[in-house]
């Protein structure tokens, strides 16, 4: 009788235990850049039915660098106002955990000393892109991919190989071009992805002759010596037109006066020899 009475009690605990646990739920609020005291975010207990005069409810906060603290909040919710209030939210019901709450925030990709595009050299090695994510919560993943300048190209995404090396942390991921080619020349995406969702950043990298300057730089010397060569031509012939010129002009001065002089003799003759009659 006793034995029989023992495990009736035994039984009993146990099932007031099992009644007492409460399975908690989960779910993820999004914090975004707008997120403000004037536009909040609201943390809820989702794992509460009505809690009675006796029970006692607290949170638990996990920031994101895995530091943990008991928040003062003893309300069933409150208001997140920062993107800095990313992290991990417990419920507690009487010390038991009933609600998890992820608050997860993305910010959003920027790649290191770019702008919208950036121009390599044809054999330029170790060149690198570099995307920084900083902020998220939780740790985002990166992903990079090629898109073709051709209108309509879909993008392509890239892994490490070839002439490609991709290296990423927590925060960052670097792409290295080991060696470029006028074939590489496309437009990079780089993605980032959490809980909160995904956002892309994107470059356009072109990739030009490495003498490239040098051509017009050679052009404009043609230009000035062909230039210069019909200038000292020109000169030369105008130079000899003008000789030439000059030595027929002293040619005819100097026959001038010759025939000018047999013609004045010869009227000078004439004259005289009438004269001569004349007299006679």
């Not at 495990?7 to 007492?20: A, D, K, M, R, Y």
């Not at 993008?155 to 080619?181: A, Y």
């Not at 995904?198 to 490239?212: G, I, M, Y």
Request: aromatic content about 8%; hydrophobic content about 35%; some cysteine.
């Amino acid at each position: 009788m006793n034995w029989v009475f023992i495990e009736v009690v035994l039984f009993t605990l146990v099932i007031v235990q099992c009644s007492s646990q409460v399975t908690a739920t989960s779910e993820t609020v999004v914090l975004s850049s707008t997120t403000s005291t004037n536009n909040p975010v609201l943390v809820y207990c989702n794992g509460l039915n009505e809690p009675g005069s006796n029970d006692n409810i607290t949170w638990e906060y996990t920031n994101a660098t895995g530091t943990s603290r008991m928040l003062s909040e003893t309300s069933s919710s409150f208001n997140l106002t920062s993107t800095s209030d990313v992290g991990e939210y417990t419920c507690n019901l009487n010390g038991n955990p009933v609600h998890n709450i992820t608050a997860a925030y993305l910010a959003k990709p920027t790649l290191e000393h770019t702008q919208h595009s950036v121009t390599f050299n044809d054999g330029d090695k170790k060149r690198k892109l570099t995307c920084t994510c900083v902020g998220s919560y939780p740790a985002v993943t990166f992903e990079w991919s090629r898109r073709s300048e051709d209108k309509g190209a879909l993008p392509v995404t890239l892994s490490s190989g070839g002439n490609i090396t991709i290296e990423t942390s927590s925060e960052r991921s670097v792409l290295t071009f080991n060696k470029l080619k006028y074939n590489m020349q496309a437009y990079y995406e780089c993605q980032v992805m959490n809980s909160a969702g995904n956002q892309t950043v994107e470059v356009h990298v072109r990739v030009k002759d490495r003498l490239a300057a040098l051509w017009p730089f050679l052009g404009i010397v043609s230009e000035v010596v062909i230039l210069i060569i019909i200038i000292f031509t020109y000169e030369k012939r105008s130079k000899k037109a003008a000789a030439k010129a000059s030595r027929g002009a002293a040619t005819d001065d100097a026959e001038t006066p010759l025939k000018a002089n047999d013609e004045t003799g010869t009227e000078l003759r004439n004259r005289s020899s009438a004269n001569n009659k004349d007299n006679c």
